[in-house]
């Protein structure tokens, strides 16, 4: 079994017949052959069969009515006591409120509401308390008028089920609907879009002894499996996004080895979203002991995700991030025109 991976053109000067990837703003002419315990090998785009090349060209559907053609920016809020990061900064419903419209106005394409860290060791919280904390602020934020997709982090059924009706538009479930056996048949029958994340193992355990045997090639071929029981639950791929779960069961070296090669992911067909900000392995790396203080880092690696087609970056710092894709894009994609002012659509 081989995989394809496009390798995305870093300059704008194009040559002659590079193809679109995923009908994004990218190019690639090359591909990476990938086979376990093999080294891998780089052939012409051309030389592929147009079956094998379909999924890495075609442009990606709309997601909640926003275009896949350039990278989103998924704000995060985490209304939760003990989130790694802005833990407890956002818990009372006042502040959550605050934090929505400030990321709005940032310049968020998407927000984030999550109920339940995730992070390494965190404790599972009851669905009803996870309702409580997340349904409000989504069900405030549609009477504020916010018009912005709003994407439900959950595990659980009723959870996001309480989410969708209180004006959610899309699910993001960090265990890719292994967890809640409820959550694939509400997702098919509420035609929301949902976020298929890798993990190994659960919050509690995950980051004691990961292994892999080839992680990259691991965590694609379980995606591959999670897309196909999603399709047979009654969801079209056209409504899935597919996320590799960057420090979910991974060590500093699996995290590299996926993000070096995320272009991979295009085979899947669906939208990549990617989830590294300010993640213990920026600390890591940077010699940051405070999650709050690696924005930098995780722009670095959100724009190193954006060079390989990612199509969603689920950060904290909004504006840093937004500000960081403009130029990224103004200097690399000769095709477009720059964005001015900041209000660009
Ligand atoms: N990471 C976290 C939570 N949800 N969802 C997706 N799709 N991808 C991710 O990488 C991801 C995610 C963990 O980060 P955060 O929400 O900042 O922290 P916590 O889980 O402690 O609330």
């Given at each position: 079994m081989h995989y394809v991976r496009p390798i995305p053109l870093a300059d704008p000067a194009r040559p002659e017949g590079a193809l679109p990837l995923a009908g994004g703003p990218l190019f690639f002419d090359r591909v990476e052959i990938l086979e376990r315990g093999r080294t891998p090998l780089i052939l012409p785009a051309r030389e592929l069969d147009p079956a094998a090349l379909a999924p890495l060209t075609a442009p990606r559907p709309p997601l909640a009515g926003l275009s896949m053609g350039r990278p989103r920016?998924?704000?995060?809020?985490?209304?939760?006591?003990?989130?790694?990061?802005?833990?407890?900064?956002?818990?009372?419903?006042?502040d959550a409120l605050a934090q929505a419209q400030a990321l709005a106005s940032d310049g968020a394409d998407i927000l984030d509401i999550g109920g339940e860290s995730t992070r390494p060791g965190a404790a599972e919280v009851d669905a009803a308390d996870e309702i409580s904390r997340?349904?409000?602020?989504?069900?405030?934020?549609?009477?504020?008028?916010?018009?912005?997709?709003?994407?439900?982090?959950t595990r659980k059924?009723?959870?996001?089920?309480?989410?969708?009706?209180?004006?959610?538009?899309?699910?993001?479930d960090v265990a890719a609907l292994t967890w809640d056996v409820g959550l694939a048949n509400l997702v098919a029958r509420s035609g929301a879009p949902v976020c298929l994340m890798h993990a190994q193992g659960t919050p509690q355990t995950m980051q004691a002894d990961p292994r892999y045997d080839d992680v990259l090639l691991d965590v694609y071929d379980w995606l591959a499996e999670r897309i196909r029981a999603a399709e047979a639950a009654g969801i079209p791929r056209s409504r899935i996004v597919t996320d590799p779960g960057i420090g979910f069961g991974k060590t500093l070296e699996h995290n590299l080895a996926i993000l070096r090669r995320l272009s991979l992911f295009h085979g899947l067909g669906c939208p990549i979203l990617l989830g590294a900000s300010r993640k213990r392995f920026i600390g890591t790396l940077s010699g940051e002991p405070l999650a709050?203080?690696?924005?930098?880092?995780?722009?670095?690696?959100?724009?190193?995700?954006?060079?390989?087609g990612a199509q969603i970056l689920r950060v904290h710092d909004v504006r840093e991030t937004r500000q960081a894709l403009v130029l990224w894009?103004?200097?690399?994609c000769e095709a477009e025109e720059p964005a001015r002012g900041g209000t660009q659509a």
């Amino acid at each position: 079994m081989h995989y394809v991976r496009p390798i995305p053109l870093a300059d704008p000067a194009r040559p002659e017949g590079a193809l679109p990837l995923a009908g994004g703003p990218l190019f690639f002419d090359r591909v990476e052959i990938l086979e376990r315990g093999r080294t891998p090998l780089i052939l012409p785009a051309r030389e592929l069969d147009p079956a094998a090349l379909a999924p890495l060209t075609a442009p990606r559907p709309p997601l909640a009515g926003l275009s896949m053609g350039r990278p989103r920016v998924m704000g995060i809020l985490n209304v939760t006591p003990d989130s790694f990061s802005d833990g407890g900064r956002f818990a009372a419903l006042p502040d959550a409120l605050a934090q929505a419209q400030a990321l709005a106005s940032d310049g968020a394409d998407i927000l984030d509401i999550g109920g339940e860290s995730t992070r390494p060791g965190a404790a599972e919280v009851d669905a009803a308390d996870e309702i409580s904390r997340t349904a409000p602020v989504i069900e405030m934020l549609r009477g504020q008028g916010l018009s912005l997709p709003v994407s439900i982090d959950t595990r659980k059924a009723a959870v996001a089920e309480a989410a969708l009706q209180a004006g959610a538009d899309l699910v993001n479930d960090v265990a890719a609907l292994t967890w809640d056996v409820g959550l694939a048949n509400l997702v098919a029958r509420s035609g929301a879009p949902v976020c298929l994340m890798h993990a190994q193992g659960t919050p509690q355990t995950m980051q004691a002894d990961p292994r892999y045997d080839d992680v990259l090639l691991d965590v694609y071929d379980w995606l591959a499996e999670r897309i196909r029981a999603a399709e047979a639950a009654g969801i079209p791929r056209s409504r899935i996004v597919t996320d590799p779960g960057i420090g979910f069961g991974k060590t500093l070296e699996h995290n590299l080895a996926i993000l070096r090669r995320l272009s991979l992911f295009h085979g899947l067909g669906c939208p990549i979203l990617l989830g590294a900000s300010r993640k213990r392995f920026i600390g890591t790396l940077s010699g940051e002991p405070l999650a709050d203080r690696r924005m930098g880092g995780s722009v670095a690696v959100a724009l190193a995700a954006a060079a390989q087609g990612a199509q969603i970056l689920r950060v904290h710092d909004v504006r840093e991030t937004r500000q960081a894709l403009v130029l990224w894009r103004a200097v690399t994609c000769e095709a477009e025109e720059p964005a001015r002012g900041g209000t660009q659509a």
